[in-house]
């Protein structure tokens, strides 16, 4: 399984952060430092997997599932892209997935074999924005997904997910909007976070986990 790290400095990433937007920095020094390891990612393919299974499910019912759809292709760690395309539908829905995942896990299957969906290599050298274009062509991978997987699976410094909930409602507690920021006055403003959003990002999430600021 590949080695996990950031594909930066987190240090350089505070630096630039609090010198950028002096609201954010008073929020970063009373809350606790930011720390993301990337999780170790066997390939992009098995990755974006695990997300099709998890969507819309609690983690241990999701978990459950994975480990019955791989139960399946056993004594394997994990079922090839072909090993999907040649498993019957009502073989994958038995082991609890529905009818629209099992035709992601598939769709998914043939993009792999395709090259759409690249080796783990390949992705390192790509930037962000040909991955979303690449990924999100698979049935069931929105654009919401590759960004969890840009930030949490491949540790990429300048993501900002405009559309989730969570950053954008940090955003509204740190400056103390009456109402949510719109995608577009969340993507104007974080201009001056580049190139490290990812790690603002952070800290609009860590800012709901603890309004006092000690999360």
């Known amino acids: 399984m590949a080695a996990a790290a950031l594909a930066f400095d987190p240090a350089l990433a505070l630096r630039h952060l609090r010198r950028a937007d002096p609201?954010?920095?008073?929020?970063?020094r009373r809350?606790?430092?930011?720390a993301v390891e990337p999780r170790a990612t066997q390939s992009l393919y098995a990755a974006l997997v695990e997300s099709i299974v998890y969507q819309q499910l609690s983690g241990k019912a999701a978990a459950t599932i994975?480990?019955?759809?791989?139960?399946?292709?056993a004594p394997k760690r994990f079922p090839t892209p072909q090993d999907i395309l040649d498993t019957r539908d009502e073989r994958l829905r038995a082991a609890g997935l529905s009818r629209a995942k099992t035709a992601a896990l598939k769709d998914l299957a043939s993009h792999t074999i395709a090259g759409t969906v690249p080796t783990l290599a390949r992705v390192?050298?790509?930037?962000?924005?040909?991955?979303v274009e690449r990924l999100t062509t698979v049935r069931g991978i929105g654009r919401w997904?590759?960004?969890?997987?840009?930030?949490f699976r491949l540790g990429r410094p300048d993501v900002?997910?405009?559309?989730?909930?969570?950053?954008?409602?940090?955003?509204?507690?740190v400056y103390g909007l009456d109402d949510l920021p719109t995608p577009a006055e969340l993507?104007?403003?974080?201009?001056?976070?580049?190139?490290?959003?990812?790690?603002?990002?952070?800290?609009?999430?860590?800012?709901?986990?603890?309004?006092?600021g000690r999360g």
């Open 66 to 73: 994975l480990g019955r759809v791989r139960g399946i292709y």
């Open 124 to 131: 390192r050298r790509m930037p962000d924005d040909e991955i």
């Open 31 to 34: 809350t606790r430092r930011f």
């Open 23 to 28: 609201v954010l920095g008073a929020v970063m």
């Open 187 to 212: 993507t104007a403003h974080a201009e001056r976070w580049r190139p490290y959003r990812s790690v603002a990002s952070w800290y609009m999430w860590r800012v709901q986990d603890a309004p006092d």
């Open 160 to 173: 900002l997910p405009v559309a989730d909930l969570g950053v954008r409602k940090g955003f509204q507690m």
């Open 145 to 151: 997904t590759v960004e969890m997987l840009l930030m």
